[in-house]
């Protein structure tokens, strides 16, 4: 661009005033920062790096380590020894790297165990205790096992029996009313954690609403085979409720 001749020119790209290679983007009052080469012209030779050998591969201390360890092994040192050495250097490296590296990682050890669900938390009751879900009072008062109160359309099939459990539900501190339904919330299992459902036809289950201080008296009836023993009556309030446990054998 030529001398300011009393006419400011265009914006545009025009010739870098100092570098004539390049073409500097005049914004019609000044030269701005941006630049592009200048067609056909031959761009400079980029300065030469004066930057350290270490500096541009940026090799760590570790890994010089590492290096020199393994060449010892190369050039006839014990070869497994200083491999093994060699190994252990890099890891206590990022260890040191890696804030709370050993102890960080027992942390989360710790907290699976923790989080993995253990059924010996859960309340284990006999007959006739009485425990506690969700804010609802939960009483096994008795076990009629085999229950043989059906008749031929409700019989139960042929190397099964009935069991039936006598259950009172109670609203002890809920200020609403709460829904309850033994024959939704209640499962039997034996020893070997195998689940038995409710069987609606057989007794009188006990559900409705519950308002604080009110209690349902009721029976939940289960088809289990003749060979299974050691059985456990569990409920859980709401489904979501603390799951309480009775040993029906106990």
Do not use: C
Not at 197 to 203: A, K, P, Q, R
């Amino acid at each position: 661009m030529s001398e300011n001749t009393g006419e400011t020119p265009a914006a545009g790209w025009y010739p870098d005033p100092e570098q004539e290679h390049l073409q500097r983007w005049w914004d019609g009052r000044q030269w701005t920062d941006a630049t592009q080469p200048r067609v056909g012209a031959t761009s400079p030779p980029s300065p030469k790096d004066a930057r350290s050998w270490w500096q541009k591969k940026r090799i760590t201390v570790p890994l010089v380590i590492v290096v020199l360890l393994v060449g010892f092994a190369t050039l006839g040192g014990n070869g497994d020894e200083a491999e093994e050495l060699a190994e252990q250097d890099a890891a206590d490296s990022v260890e040191e790297d890696e804030p709370g590296g050993a102890e960080q990682e027992g942390t989360e050890e710790d907290d699976a165990e923790e989080a993995e669900p253990d059924d010996d938390a859960l309340e284990d009751l006999a007959v006739g205790d009485t425990g506690r879900s969700d804010g609802i009072e939960v009483t096994v008062h008795d076990v009629v096992d085999p229950y043989d109160g059906y008749d031929d359309m409700t019989a139960p099939d042929d190397g099964s029996r009935y069991v039936l459990v006598e259950v009172e539900l109670t609203n002890a501190d809920r200020d609403d009313s709460v829904n309850v339904n033994t024959d939704l919330e209640s499962e039997l299992r034996d020893a070997d954690g195998r689940s038995y459902s409710t069987e609606i036809f057989i007794g009188d289950s006990a559900a409705g609403d519950l308002r604080q201080g009110e209690s349902l008296l009721g029976d939940v009836g289960f088809e289990v085979p003749e060979d299974v023993h050691d059985l456990e009556f569990r409920y859980a309030a709401g489904f979501l409720g603390e799951t309480v446990v009775f040993d029906l054998d106990e």
